[in-house]
């Protein structure tokens, strides 16, 4: 964590927020109305898979300040640059074209902004008696981070913020608020989806964290009761996580159909060249030929995109899906007839499945 600072730091990081991406709101304490500021550059932009707080060290020079300091700050903000964004169901290479937008020279990655997490959850008591913030009050931090994401160092000529899974629930309301905003939303199809979820190490504890919430959020859209969540075995689990990262992708899809670009990641990979010359279309980006002649030998292909000092190539993704396959038969199978279940018991997951395809 960084270590506190005297209040000289804090008018000097609120001078330079609204001219330069060094100065970065990394957090927000809604509770004490606070914004941690925390000094940044553009190589620790590309090299952190997470702004969250992994990207804080003893080392980092950060102070917090009230968050009407940085919402007047915000205001000043000019030569803002486009901003569009990157929504994923989870595990389905959004860090990689995150990564391979890096190279374009043309793009600041923002990847898994915390106070994007923070917004949702926001967001999801909007209206309700535990709100912290009013309807206006949201709108106010809704505003501010929109103007704090889009500014960028001389070389950028957009920001591409791309988001964690869950923040997906929110891609409509950020695209109806940002006008100019679009957005590429990855995903894959149910059995494969479930084949990559199965086979991460650390994916029961990934899936039992975001299961209430997501829980949750599908149960409010369905009107028969769910199986409960402790009921659920792992491949339902994984099943279920599809299901309601895949319903937020067709609530944007339909809002906003000309500003979202879905991509299947196996699609992608099975032509990165095509795949990213529609990606830098979609985002107004230049098509620079000798990068689109060079990116499916990019070395970001090669590597772990959350972890590059770790090995992994479409090869080996494809190996450790087929071991999935073996090892996780019967969870896929569950996972998958629980999805065959609820289909045909509810019209909206039905549409859901046959839209994005299960």
Do not use: C
């Not at 950060?62 to 169901?89: K, M, Q």
């Not at 002649?293 to 972890?307: G, M």
């Not at 509810?346 to 839209?355: K, Q």
């Amino acid at each position: 964590m960084p270590a506190p600072q005297s209040e000289s730091i804090s008018a000097e990081f609120l001078a330079r927020l609204p001219v330069s991406p060094d100065i970065y709101a990394q957090k927000l304490d809604v509770a004490r109305g606070l914004a941690l500021l925390v000094q940044l550059d553009v190589d620790a932009y590309q090299a952190a898979s997470f702004l969250d707080d992994r990207i804080l060290t003893t080392a980092t020079k950060g102070t917090w300040v009230p968050f009407a300091r940085v919402v007047e700050a915000a205001r000043l903000a000019s030569d803002l640059r486009p901003l569009h964004f990157i929504f994923h169901t989870g595990h389905v290479g959004s860090t990689l074209v995150s990564r391979l937008l890096d190279a374009t020279g043309h793009v600041l990655s923002l990847r898994e902004p915390l106070t994007l997490r923070t917004l949702a959850d926001s967001a999801d008591v909007l209206g309700q008696p535990e709100s912290l913030l009013s309807a206006t009050q949201f709108d106010v931090l809704l505003e501010t981070l929109l103007r704090l994401w889009s500014r960028g160092y001389d070389a950028t000529r957009s920001v591409v913020l791309k988001a964690t899974s869950s923040a997906g629930r929110l891609a409509a309301p950020l695209l109806a608020k940002h006008e100019t905003a679009r957005a590429i939303y990855l995903n894959l199809q149910s059995e494969p989806y479930l084949a990559t979820l199965l086979a991460g190490q650390n994916s029961p504890i990934d899936l039992r964290g975001h299961g209430p919430g997501r829980m949750r959020r599908l149960q409010a859209r369905i009107g028969t009761a769910l199986t409960p969540l402790h009921t659920l075995s792992l491949g339902e689990l994984a099943a279920m996580s599809w299901l309601a990262e895949t319903w937020s992708q067709r609530d944007a899809m339909r809002e906003f159909p000309e500003r979202t670009l879905a991509l299947d990641f196996d699609r992608f990979l099975g032509d990165v060249r095509r795949s990213m010359e529609r990606v830098l279309r979609h985002f107004g980006l230049p098509g620079d030929p000798k990068y689109l002649q060079e990116v499916a030998r990019n070395p970001v292909l090669t590597r772990y995109s959350k972890a590059p000092e770790h090995a992994y190539t479409p090869d080996i993704r494809a190996q450790v899906l087929n071991d999935s396959r073996q090892d996780n038969r019967e969870e896929i199978r569950k996972g998958l007839d629980w999805l065959e279940r609820l289909g045909k018991a509810d019209a909206g997951v039905a549409a859901v499945i046959e839209t994005v395809g299960g």
